[in-house]
């Protein structure tokens, strides 16, 4: 199995679910990998208070920095590299 591939990851590993915490954070997920997640929090205490931790920093950063609007110029460059960064993953 190729871990490096997400739609191949196996959720079943700590280190593959918190290193997609984010994506699942962010609804960046499909409905599969987003159920396996929510199925090895439930099993995995450890990675539920990691996964709880990293929930209330997003939070945080929502509500102090929520009302900010990256310049358009920059939003492009980021969706960019983005773009650049996913075809080659």
Known sequence: MNVDRHDEASFDD?????????????NEIDAASGDA???????????????DVEEAVKSMVHRCCGGEIAPSHLRTKIVTQLTVLRKTL
């Open 14 to 26: 700590c280190e593959q679910v918190l290193k997609r915490v984010y994506e699942f954070l962010d």
């Open 37 to 51: 997640i929510r199925h090895h929090l439930a099993m995995c205490e450890p990675c539920l208070e990691r996964f």
